[in-house]
Nanobody
Framework: QVQLVESGGGLVQPGGSLRLSCAAS????????MGWFRQAPGKERECVAA????????YYTDSVKGRFTISRDGAKNTVDLQMNSLKPEDTAVYYC????????????????WGQGTQVTVSS
């Protein structure tokens, strides 16, 4: 069983930055690929970023490449999403996810999900 708790969401102006963090309660954190999803009102859920257990594989959806960075800390059992140059279209609820399969994370069938944190980009 994996429990995921997100933090760091909020309201930010266009062009600003936010850092989301996810704390995982699991004994074998290194076994899991971690990711961040988002869902905006009226839109499908999409995988924003993913990272394998050793950081050897990284995934970013095209719309965030060059602006968002995913990272993980094995000592703290955390995965972060640094979001820079935020745009209004980044507004969504962001979810932390975990799965033993990288492809499952990227293809939106992760086994474990956090409760989500709201990110609003608005002036």
């Amino acid at each position: 069983q994996v429990q995921l708790v997100e933090s760091g969401g909020g309201l930010v102006q266009p062009g600003g930055s936010l850092r989301l963090s996810c704390a995982a309660s699991v004994r074998t954190f290194s076994r899991y690929t971690m990711g961040w999803f988002r869902q905006a009102p009226g839109k499908e859920r999409e995988c924003v970023a993913a990272i394998t257990w050793n950081g050897g594989l990284l995934y970013y959806t095209d719309s965030v490449k060059g602006r968002f960075t995913i990272s993980r800390d094995g000592a703290k059992n955390t995965v972060d999403l640094q979001m820079n140059s935020l745009k209004p279209e980044d507004t969504a609820v962001y979810y932390c996810v975990a799965d033993s399969s990288y492809s499952d994370v990227v293809n939106n069938v992760s086994e474990y999900w956090g409760q989500g944190t709201q990110v609003t980009v608005s002036s």
